[in-house]
């Protein structure tokens, strides 16, 4: 029996983001590498004596991400979105062997980079994936699988991290078996990929609409290719694909001169680069340099992390459930003034109670304010930082638009992890306010600029983009609007092309002739 379309769609998400698990046990499983007795000693004096070859070893992961999304834009729109995946995860597979099998420092920096180069890939693709073959209903629920697949990476970190200190304590496999892990995903996602049906909007793109109505309908219709919602689907990407041949072949250019372009480009950069400026990076990579400026011990420091995996997969789960019914924009502005809060307290208690000061119950609630932060991070700011940028824009522009978006996330990533070991040093506690500023600036910006996309088709976006004023305080753009409206007109063939336009200038109409009513009353 077949399934049902929805839940057939939501296990290709599922498979496309296996991934992120990769990415999550990365991001998690070198805060327990480098404390190891095993590993410092094979890295050499100039790793144990130089704060910044420290960090490079942390860092240089996330700076393979950022160069792994120039060929990614390429790839994904010449081989199509599930074979750039796959050479993804098989770049991953070597970079994750040579760490593992790393006898020197060199060895070690090429693994990590090469690791990122391959992730860079497979985080970029996988929303991207995601918002192409999705119901809009359904779309910010599979998007943010992205961000629940990573606390899944890092909740399997932090345990065989904890696990391998406290069983296997200076010993080689105390790091290399940990490292040796994260290569398992990635074969059943190669795997995978064989078998999910190709993104619908790519293969029309390539002009290959038969295949695309047969990909829209294995996703929709349980392979009916003259289910209604099917035709309709396959129209309103007809027109929009007919708008974009207007245009011609999609360049980088047209993304910075065309203002609803750069306007899209602009919000998902920024809104990539302000994810890292929480402290999101600082806390997962230096988790056991902090908590041991508070007075506690690096394997009670490896159990507290490992609790806090289990708070960020439950927070990822919130998002994944409620997030089609709260919209983007709330999430994103809660999420971001409870992070500023809870590092304005972590600042607080570091001045005044640090490690050296005898007061267990503030080094606790210092450990307590980090899990409200993860929380809050996972439910709101973390999932919404790719799924927001995969769906805001078209399908012609949208590979090479979320290379250039997600390039801030890789970039900040690079700068906040290089940058922490100095900065602990040399500023202590204060550094902590960075990020305390930042999280309210965040939720400011994003409470101003940013149109809410909720429940929007895919083909509606270039129409959102260019009617919704810069400042959405106040307007129907800021709002969120019956997330099953644009589910149901597809299917009962409703909709118009572009009437996303037309509903724009409608409303502002209506909006025009009862100010005439009040002013004529």
């Given at each position: 029996?077949?399934?049902p379309?929805?839940?057939?769609?939501?296990?290709?998400?599922l498979?496309?983001?296996?991934?992120?698990?990769?990415?999550?046990?990365?991001l998690?499983?070198?805060a327990?590498?480098?404390?190891?007795t095993?590993?410092?000693?094979?890295m050499?004096?100039t790793?144990?004596?130089?704060?910044?070859v420290q960090?490079?070893?942390?860092?240089?992961?996330?700076?393979g991400?950022?160069?792994g999304?120039?060929?990614?834009?390429?790839?994904?729109?010449?081989?199509?979105?599930r074979?750039?995946?796959?050479i993804g995860?098989?770049?991953?597979?070597?970079?994750?062997?040579?760490?593992?099998?790393?006898?020197?420092l060199?060895m070690?920096?090429?693994?990590?980079f090469?690791?990122g180069?391959?992730?860079?890939?497979?985080a970029?693709?996988?929303?991207l994936?995601?918002?192409?073959i999705?119901?809009?209903?359904?779309?910010g629920?599979?998007?943010?699988l992205?961000q629940?697949?990573?606390?899944?990476?890092?909740?399997?970190?932090?345990w065989?991290t904890?696990?391998?200190?406290?069983?296997?304590?200076?010993?080689?496999?105390?790091w290399r078996?940990?490292?040796?892990?994260?290569?398992l995903?990635?074969i059943?996602?190669i795997?995978?990929?064989?078998?999910l049906p190709?993104s619908?909007?790519?293969?029309?793109e390539?002009g290959?609409?038969i295949?695309a109505?047969?990909s829209?309908?294995?996703?929709?219709a349980?392979g009916?290719?003259?289910?209604p919602f099917v035709?309709s689907?396959?129209?309103d990407?007809?027109?929009?694909?007919?708008?974009?041949?207007?245009?011609?072949?999609?360049?980088?250019s047209?993304?910075?001169t065309?203002?609803?372009?750069f306007?899209?480009?602009?919000l998902?950069?920024?809104?990539?680069?302000?994810?890292?400026?929480?402290?999101?990076?600082?806390?997962?990579y230096?988790?056991?340099?902090?908590?041991?400026?508070?007075?506690?011990?690096?394997?009670?420091?490896?159990?507290?992390?490992?609790?806090?995996?289990?708070?960020?997969?439950?927070?990822e789960?919130c998002?994944?459930?409620?997030i089609?019914?709260?919209?983007?924009r709330?999430?994103?502005?809660?999420?971001?003034?409870?992070?500023?809060?809870s590092?304005?307290?972590?600042?607080?208690l570091m001045?005044?109670?640090?490690?050296?000061?005898?007061?267990n119950a503030a080094?606790?609630?210092?450990?307590?304010?980090?899990?409200?932060?993860?929380?809050f991070f996972?439910?709101c700011?973390?999932?919404?930082?790719?799924?927001?940028?995969?769906?805001i824009?078209?399908?012609?522009?949208?590979?090479k638009?979320?290379a250039?978006?997600?390039?801030?996330?890789?970039?900040?990533?690079?700068?906040?992890?290089?940058?922490?070991?100095?900065?602990?040093?040399h500023?202590?506690w204060?550094?902590?306010?960075?990020?305390?500023?930042c999280g309210?600036?965040?939720?400011?910006?994003?409470w101003?600029?940013?149109?809410?996309?909720s429940?929007?088709?895919?083909?509606?976006?270039d129409?959102?983009?260019?009617?919704?004023?810069?400042?959405v305080?106040?307007t129907e753009y800021?709002?969120?609007?019956?997330?099953?409206a644009?589910?149901r007109?597809?299917?009962?063939?409703?909709?118009?092309?572009g009437?996303?336009t037309e509903?724009?200038?409608?409303?502002?109409?209506?909006?025009?002739g009862?100010?005439e009513?009040?002013?004529?009353?």
């Amino acid at each position: 029996m077949a399934l049902p379309p929805k839940v057939f769609t939501w296990l290709c998400g599922l498979f496309a983001s296996l991934g992120s698990i990769i990415f999550g046990y990365d991001l998690g499983v070198i805060a327990g590498v480098t404390p190891a007795t095993d590993f410092r000693r094979l890295m050499s004096s100039t790793y144990l004596n130089n704060a910044n070859v420290q960090g490079l070893v942390v860092s240089i992961f996330v700076l393979g991400c950022f160069f792994g999304m120039f060929p990614v834009a390429y790839f994904a729109d010449y081989l199509g979105r599930r074979k750039t995946i796959q050479i993804g995860a098989a770049i991953y597979m070597l970079g994750g062997a040579l760490q593992t099998g790393a006898q020197n420092l060199g060895m070690m920096l090429s693994g990590r980079f090469l690791a990122g180069f391959g992730v860079g890939i497979m985080a970029d693709l996988a929303p991207l994936y995601q918002a192409e073959i999705a119901h809009p209903s359904i779309r910010g629920r599979l998007t943010t699988l992205q961000q629940f697949m990573l606390g899944i990476g890092a909740f399997t970190a932090s345990w065989v991290t904890y696990g391998c200190s406290a069983g296997l304590k200076h010993r080689p496999a105390e790091w290399r078996l940990p490292l040796g892990l994260q290569i398992l995903p990635a074969i059943p996602l190669i795997t995978f990929m064989l078998f999910l049906p190709e993104s619908p909007r790519w293969l029309a793109e390539k002009g290959r609409m038969i295949e695309a109505q047969a990909s829209l309908a294995r996703l929709h219709a349980r392979g009916d290719i003259n289910d209604p919602f099917v035709i309709s689907q396959v129209k309103d990407i007809q027109a929009e694909i007919s708008r974009s041949s207007e245009i011609g072949e999609a360049s980088w250019s047209e993304l910075f001169t065309v203002p609803s372009n750069f306007r899209r480009l602009s919000l998902g950069y920024i809104l990539q680069f302000s994810v890292q400026m929480t402290g999101v990076s600082a806390i997962q990579y230096y988790s056991t340099t902090i908590f041991t400026t508070m007075g506690f011990s690096s394997t009670r420091i490896l159990l507290f992390q490992s609790i806090n995996s289990v708070i960020a997969l439950i927070g990822e789960a919130c998002c994944v459930l409620w997030i089609d019914a709260t919209g983007r924009r709330t999430p994103m502005i809660v999420g971001n003034v409870a992070s500023g809060l809870s590092f304005v307290v972590g600042s607080i208690l570091m001045a005044r109670w640090p490690g050296t000061v005898n007061n267990n119950a503030a080094h606790y609630i210092f450990i307590i304010t980090t899990w409200i932060f993860n929380f809050f991070f996972s439910a709101c700011i973390g999932p919404l930082s790719w799924a927001y940028p995969a769906e805001i824009y078209s399908t012609r522009t949208r590979a090479k638009a979320t290379a250039i978006s997600s390039s801030a996330s890789w970039i900040s990533n690079f700068f906040i992890a290089q940058v922490t070991p100095p900065a602990f040093i040399h500023i202590d506690w204060r550094y902590y306010l960075v990020f305390a500023i930042c999280g309210h600036t965040n939720a400011l910006f994003i409470w101003a600029f940013f149109p809410e996309t909720s429940g929007r088709r895919l083909e509606e976006m270039d129409a959102l983009f260019e009617t919704a004023p810069i400042f959405v305080p106040g307007t129907e753009y800021a709002k969120i609007g019956d997330r099953l409206a644009a589910e149901r007109e597809l299917r009962e063939g409703n909709f118009r092309p572009g009437d996303l336009t037309e509903r724009a200038r409608d409303m502002d109409d209506e909006e025009k002739g009862s100010t005439e009513m009040v002013e004529k009353s």
